[in-house]
């Protein structure tokens, strides 16, 4: 069997997606504090590592294989170990597929930033990628319940999530929040000003390669050249006008428009361009991306009303930005063949009953299933660091390791003060 070019491509795409985790890695370690940098990097590193070993066992077979349980999650028995795989083509596309999952858990890291024990996440992210995001990766994209075929796609229409809307922005948003909840904030949550960036360059290095791996993440699946074009426009201009929307949010509402409101803006609008990008025109996804913008930076403020530390705004850029590009098809999708569309072109509502559908199911079964996981963890072994390992940094408690050192190995930079310094 002779190579593709479509093989390549995907392989290429496949690539580019593995590489956002450590871009992630970068973003949220920049983002966080000195004193929780490395824990930050570590906590991506090693969902590479565990999603990794599981996507083969079991995970691909989990969210491809024969249905399960009326469409729920698919059958891993018959490719346990990719073992009928091998010699196929197949594995290609099942690489690419474990990259989306690799990232998926990974973002979910950042909403509990400074407080988590190593291990506790270790043993999250294999049982949340098994029970929550292979079944929902099946349900939509495997032919599972919410697809075309299943028992709520062909009740209430089939939802348009082509690069992962509910999957992985809504699926990894949601379950942030829940762990923020059962986690607990942070000793010092409300102190003013401990939440700003402590190493700028190093976030926007992280947003840099989002964005960049972030073509292959929407582009991977184009089936033509046509298609391709406009999933690389679109990818280019909503996370362009999210960006400038969120940094005008910023200056009307704080004074000033920052660079981590920069690198957040993007992130929104990639975010919500992600479910939509094979099927808005630029002018939409020009609009998207000011909703997802607009909207994920009002949307941060509201860990402050409402009492949840989401350390890093996984809620607000995630969860916000992938309902809004979610929902928003249903009024912005483009016609296929004259026929269909979002109400804006004259499809009536039945696109956007089914994006509300679709949205809702991944917030009821994400929000059960990982309150679950959650609370066994947080019951047994638990999953906060003490106190006093958390007033001195999960770097150190955790690690070992200290982010920053200078001049003498042994004379490592002091987190805690320079914190109380600035």
């Not at 009002?298 to 309902?323: E, P, Q, S, T």
């Amino acid at each position: 069997m002779e190579l593709s070019t479509t093989d390549v491509w995907i392989m290429v795409s496949a690539a580019l997606v593995l590489l956002m985790t450590p871009g992630l890695a970068f973003f949220y370690g920049g983002l966080a504090r000195a004193k929780a940098s490395i824990n930050m990097v570590m906590m991506s590193f090693v969902s590479i590592g565990l999603v990794g070993v599981v996507w083969v066992l079991w995970g691909y077979g989990m969210s491809a294989g024969p249905a399960l349980l009326g469409g729920v999650l698919g059958n891993p028995v018959p490719d346990f170990g990719l073992a009928s795989s091998v010699g196929t083509g197949d594995l290609i596309g099942i690489g690419f597929g474990a990259t989306f999952a690799i990232i998926t858990v990974a973002l979910i890291s950042g909403a509990v930033a400074d407080r988590t024990r190593f291990v506790s996440w270790s043993i999250f992210v294999p049982i949340w990628v098994t029970l929550v995001y292979c079944p929902l990766a099946f349900m939509v994209w495997g032919g599972g319940l919410l697809s075309a075929d299943g028992a709520i796609g062909s009740t209430f229409g089939e939802a348009i999530d082509f690069a992962g809307g509910t999957v992985v922005h809504i699926n990894a948003g949601l379950a942030a929040l829940v762990l923020v909840y059962i986690i607990g904030s942070r000793t010092d949550f409300r102190a003013k000003g401990f939440h700003k960036a402590h190493n700028v360059p190093l976030l926007m290095i992280g947003t840099a390669m989002l964005w960049f791996g972030w073509f292959g993440f929407n582009g991977g699946a184009a089936g033509t050249a046509e298609e391709a074009g406009l999933i690389w426009v679109n990818t280019l201009v909503a996370p362009a006008a999210a960006m400038l929307a969120f940094l005008v949010t910023e200056r009307v509402r704080d004074g000033h428009a920052t660079s981590s409101g920069a690198a957040a803006g993007v992130v929104a609008g990639l975010v919500a361009i992600t479910p939509a990008c094979a099927n808005v025109s630029p002018l939409g996804a020009l609009a998207l991306g000011i909703l997802a913008g607009a909207g994920a930076a009002l949307a941060i403020g509201l860990k402050y009303k409402f009492g949840y530390d989401d350390a890093l705004d996984v809620v607000g850029v995630h969860l916000v930005a992938g309902i809004i590009g979610t929902v928003a098809l249903g009024f912005i999708a483009l016609p296929v063949d004259g026929e269909g569309g979002g109400l804006l072109y004259g499809g009536g509502v039945d696109q956007l009953v089914a994006q509300v559908v679709a949205t809702l199911f991944a917030i009821v079964y994400t929000g059960v299933m990982t309150t679950i996981i959650a609370l066994a963890i947080h019951k047994t072994i638990g999953f906060r660091v003490s106190p006093e390992d958390e007033a001195r940094g999960v770097d150190l408690s955790e690690h070992s390791e200290s982010a920053y050192a200078f001049g003498d190995e042994s004379a490592s930079y002091d987190p805690i003060a320079e914190e109380a310094r600035v």
